[in-house]
């Protein structure tokens, strides 16, 4: 069977008389990936060596091994880390936050605002982080 798409699983659920049918129902357009086998999608499209990934994230080697083998599940901001250190487009990195049921960047927040122009714009993790120290925002680490 083939995965239906957000707005006609939306649609179906509205029209649904069942919880549990709909659910068995639609059992494979549901996203079942763990974040380590999402991060390992991601890794596998960029040209880059895990311990270069881990200096340009911000983590030791170990952190990020532990992530990838799926032992560690990471914060928001550690994934954000990630997507800078992957070099990870705006697209990229919003699809990996919403597939990990993590809130995507949302522009109107500043913090957001000050990290998805450092995606966007190509910038380095430490860049990002200078610049929300700036504004007084929660640094990424």
């Known amino acids: 069977m083939k995965k239906k798409n957000t707005d006609n699983l939306q649609q179906e659920m509205m029209n649904a008389p069942d919880l549990n049918q709909f659910l068995s129902r639609n059992q494979e357009s549901f996203v079942n990936a763990s974040v380590s086998e999402l991060l390992n999608q991601l890794f596998e499209r960029k040209n880059i060596s895990k311990a270069a990934l881990a200096k340009q994230a911000g983590m030791s080697e170990i952190y990020l091994h532990q992530i990838f083998a799926g032992r560690r599940k990471p914060s928001r901001n550690r994934l954000l880390c990630l997507c800078f250190g992957l070099e ?54």
């Open 88 to 141: 990870a487009s705006v697209e990229e990195t919003q699809e990996l936050l919403k597939l990990c049921g993590m809130a995507q960047l949302y522009p109107k927040l500043k913090r957001d605002a000050i990290i998805y122009y450092g995606l966007l714009h190509g910038l380095k993790l430490f860049e990002i982080n200078d610049k929300l120290f700036d504004e007084d925002e929660e640094i990424l680490f």
